[in-house]
């Protein structure tokens, strides 16, 4: 018992020597805070006074109330007091017209960048329409007319070969007897066209069957088919093609009829369009406007465009009568003084 005790002694008396000291570490954690926070009050308290006073001067020069005797370096307009109105809402009467003329000229370039993109977007529509007469007039020369409908987007020129069943068998990626028809008067046009293509192949939403597993790789096949058509018959450039599948994502219709279904089941060869989005955004109101004033015309010429030009040559033709009858009235003029003069000799000398 007294081994026992003695070792409890000596136990809480080493206790009393070392005693803990964690609580150090968090004191000496905040202490260190403290300090960077004081560091950082003491820095922000110091001003620079060189800037300060740049800053001042800045300020009061740009408002037009003290002249510091140098020119401010800063960027904009320095505004002096006696321009201001007084509800200073902005400049006075004086200096109205200055800025009404800025805005004016602001507003013609917007108006002369509007015309330039009508007259790109004029001509785009005017080429289009030069390709799709061609292709229809091939079409028609082989009695293909009604397999292929045509349409102008913002994307360019697009033949739409509806109805899966004329150009491919039932879930086969084959070309038709139809189809290489079609694509014989397609391949020539577009080889010569100086156009990018896009062939896009659709499905309707009925799901595919072997050896497809889905409408995505129907679609894909389909248009693959047709551009290695285009480039192996047709002898369009490799690096102007490109075919994409889009399923059934992208329905023309989203009926569930016979008319519907085959609709949706269609392979696009899109023409696209060489100017800008900008630009081409301009296409389909052109083409309204082209089917309003009585459609666009087979030659690739807008009817607009088309009559400006008659209309000028009507009135150069008119110039030329005009200045053809004026030149043969001066002739006739000409001759009459000259028959008069000698008819005034003859009379003289038969007096004398």
């Excluded at 620079?48 to 020119?71: C, E, H, P, W």
Aim: charged share 25%.
């Amino acid at each position: 018992m007294s081994g026992a005790r003695g070792g409890r002694k000596k136990k809480g008396h080493a206790e009393d020597e070392h005693p803990d000291e964690r609580w150090m570490a968090s004191y000496m954690d905040m202490i260190t805070v403290l300090m960077c926070m004081f560091i950082v009050l003491f820095a922000m308290s110091n001003v620079d006074q060189d800037k300060y006073i740049a800053l001042r001067n800045s300020l009061a020069t740009g408002f037009g109330q003290t002249d510091v005797g140098k020119v401010d370096t800063a960027s904009g307009t320095v505004v002096n007091a006696a321009d201001v109105t007084k509800e200073g809402k902005g400049y006075s009467s004086g200096d109205e017209t200055d800025l009404s003329k800025a805005a004016a000229s602001g507003e013609a370039q917007t108006a002369e960048q509007a015309a330039a993109a009508t007259v790109a977007a004029q001509g785009e529509l005017d080429d289009l329409t030069a390709i799709k007469a061609a292709i229809a007039a091939n079409l028609e020369g082989s009695g293909l007319s009604a397999d292929v409908e045509f349409a102008v987007d913002a994307r360019g020129l697009t033949v739409r070969l509806i109805g899966s069943e004329t150009f491919f068998g039932t879930n086969s990626a084959d070309l038709s007897g139809t189809a290489v028809n079609v694509m014989n008067a397609i391949g020539p046009v577009l080889k010569t066209s100086g156009h990018d293509v896009s062939v896009e192949g659709h499905a309707d939403q009925r799901s595919s069957t072997a050896p497809f597993a889905t409408n995505w790789e129907l679609s894909s096949a389909r248009a693959t088919q047709v551009l290695r058509d285009l480039v192996e018959r047709g002898g369009v450039g490799a690096d102007h093609i490109q075919s994409v599948g889009f399923g059934s994502s992208r329905p023309l219709s989203t009926g569930t009829t016979d008319a519907d279904l085959a609709s949706n089941r269609r392979v696009d060869i899109v023409v696209l369009s060489n100017q800008s989005d900008t630009v081409s955004a301009l296409l389909p109101q052109l083409e309204q406007a082209a089917a309003a004033a009585g459609g666009a015309v087979t030659d690739g010429r807008n009817p607009t465009v088309q009559q400006a030009v008659d209309t000028s040559t009507t009135a150069e033709s008119g110039d030329t009568s005009t200045a053809d009858a004026a030149a043969e009235t001066k002739t006739e003029t000409k001759t009459e003084k000259k028959t008069e003069k000698k008819t005034e000799k003859k009379e003289e000398s038969s007096g004398h």
